[in-house]
């Protein structure tokens, strides 16, 4: 049965509060009350047994300020774990919230929104007393929550027989000219589409290493991601740039090094994502490695750390992890989310049937040891905030497997989901009779894009077949991966970061540069 979405369904019995409480600082003149100089804004956004996460949105309605101080009191013994978007500390009860580097300004109207990741037992109450900048902060009437558009406390146990019938698909009889550069991306019926409803394909490579490198205590990124060597994925005239990440050195978790984790590495993804949409391309953030133990069968590795690909993102920092992205990023739809990397509950769940319950619901799923968040979670958290950005929702078997992926779909309030799918010359779903008879009916109701495409060959000859059947169908793809590796190490696209192909990359960079001719 399917569990309430985490982020917005209560724990049973524990009389934990969700409801937002907002607070003002009041002025110091006595007689009549001076407008507020700020406005907090403390919730419960997702909960746990034993854990929950908060977020804080501090609103400056008064004069600017260069950097602010929030602080409050836990009032039942809860214990801060990990913070981001400010510098996060706790003394006794006491916990404080610094503004980083980057978010320190506020222009009178502005806001800034933090999040945290806390323990309790018992009850989790909402702190009653705020203070920015030593202010103490005076209780405003609660404000009653804002409804989240999720699926209901007792949900169906069984999806629907026939998928919703999505909107016409069909291309107005004269297309709408595309934007220029990286577009505000929506989907329309089965299409990607820009701001002015002009179809979009995304045609581009992978950038490895954001989710390996920090965790591996060797750096950020696995070589430049200067502005030339961002150029020179633009001259192969790529449109799109896949940018894989590790959500431990997003949240800034203590095993990874102080500078490869946290503000640094949000920073170093930020910038990267801004060089990117610069040379008129579409970045997509996506979540490759995460936090869980799995020793089952194909695992990666048998650390409970996000140091391997897990068979599924785990409850326990995954939402947050796309709670602080999506934060991060909703402000700007031309960058696109993908979900998780490559799915493979199948391998640990008896049947394929439970396979694809836990990929949408989540929960306790077989063979996998640790509490694991569904898609429908993932959707959930990332719309909770607001955020309107497409996102990318994988299959199984590592993401090769979209058989079951419409009727198993994630429901997203925004409309906004695409299918991803990856390929490999040594997949099981690799060829022509198998893209037809699994892949064509999900075109055919959803956006689908090919994540990664890719062979061990060390030539081009099955990526040609993938770029021809995924043209004649109008789809998008990204080849894996835009690194200085070698056939031994995994499909590399370059052997230098000028952009100079490997006999593998010379078949996409021909192809993409053909496709742009014009």
């Known amino acids: 049965m399917r569990h ?11 009389a934990l509060t969700a409801a937002s409480t907002a607070l003002a600082v009041s002025g110091t003149a006595s007689g009549a009350a001076a407008a507020p100089l700020c406005t907090v804004q403390y919730s419960v956004t997702g909960s746990w047994s034993g854990g929950f996460q908060g977020a804080v949105t501090v609103t400056n309605n008064g004069p600017a300020v260069s950097s602010w101080r929030l602080g409050f009191d836990f009032p039942a013994g809860q214990v801060l774990g990990q913070g981001w978007g400010a510098t996060w500390s706790q003394s006794g009860a006491a916990v404080t919230a610094v503004n980083e580097s980057w978010n320190g300004s506020l222009a009178t109207g502005a806001a800034a929104t933090t999040g945290f990741l806390a323990s309790w037992s018992g009850s989790n109450p909402a702190p009653s007393t705020f203070t920015l900048n ?3 902060c005076d209780q405003d009437p609660v404000p009653s929550p804002t409804p989240t558009p999720t699926s209901p406390t007792t949900p169906p146990t069984t999806p629907p027989t026939t998928p919703p019938t999505p909107p016409p698909t069909t291309p107005p009889t004269t297309p709408p ?4 550069g990286a577009p505000q991306l929506g989907v329309t019926g089965n299409r990607l589409t820009d701001q002015n409803g002009a179809t979009r394909r995304l045609l581009g490579v992978n950038r490895s290493g954001g989710e390996f490198m920090c965790v591996q205590g060797y750096g950020i990124f696995d070589g430049p991601v200067d502005d030339a060597s961002v150029q020179a994925v633009a001259d192969w005239k790529a449109n799109a740039v896949r940018i894989p990440l590790n959500e431990e050195c997003w949240l800034g978790l203590t095993n990874i ?3 490869y984790r946290g503000a640094n590495y949000v920073s170093a993804v930020r910038d990267l994502v801004d060089r990117v949409i610069a040379h008129g391309m579409t970045p997509i953030v996506e979540l490759h490695w995460t936090y869980g133990q799995y020793t089952g069968n194909s695992a990666g590795c048998a650390d409970v750390h996000a140091s391997c690909q897990k068979p599924m993102p785990d409850a326990r920092y995954t939402p947050a992890f796309w709670t602080s992205v999506a934060e991060t990023f909703k402000n700007d739809r031309r960058v696109v989310f993908d979900l998780f990397n490559e799915p493979y509950p199948d391998r640990a769940a008896p049947t394929a049937a439970q396979a694809w319950t836990c990929w949408r619901d989540g929960g ?7 509490e694991v968040a569904g898609m429908q979670d993932l959707v959930d958290a990332v719309r ?3 955020a309107q950005n497409v996102l990318l929702v994988p299959g199984l078997a590592y993401a090769n497997d979209l058989s079951q992926w419409l009727a198993h779909a994630p429901a997203d309030p925004a409309g906004r989901v695409a299918a991803a799918w990856h390929v490999y010359n040594f997949n099981t779903c690799a060829d022509e009779t198998c893209w037809t008879g699994t892949l064509a009916p999900v075109a055919a109701r959803v956006p689908l894009v090919a994540g990664e495409i890719g062979e061990n060959t060390c030539g081009h000859a099955f990526v040609d077949r993938v770029m021809k059947w995924f043209d004649e169908h109008g789809l998008s793809y990204l080849g894996w991966t835009w690194n200085t590796w070698n056939c031994a190490s995994g499909p590399a696209l370059i ?11 010379i078949g996409l960079r021909d192809h993409l540069r053909s496709l742009n001719a014009n």
């Open 384 to 386: 909770a905030t607001g």
């Open 4 to 14: 309430p979405p985490r982020l917005t369904a209560l724990l049973a019995g524990a």
């Open 364 to 370: 306790n799923c077989p063979g996998i040891g640790y």
């Open 257 to 259: 090094k102080p500078e």
């Open 495 to 505: 052997t230098s970061y000028d952009g100079t192909p490997t006999s593998f990359g």
């Open 177 to 180: 000219t595309p934007v220029t």
């Open 134 to 136: 030593g202010i103490v």
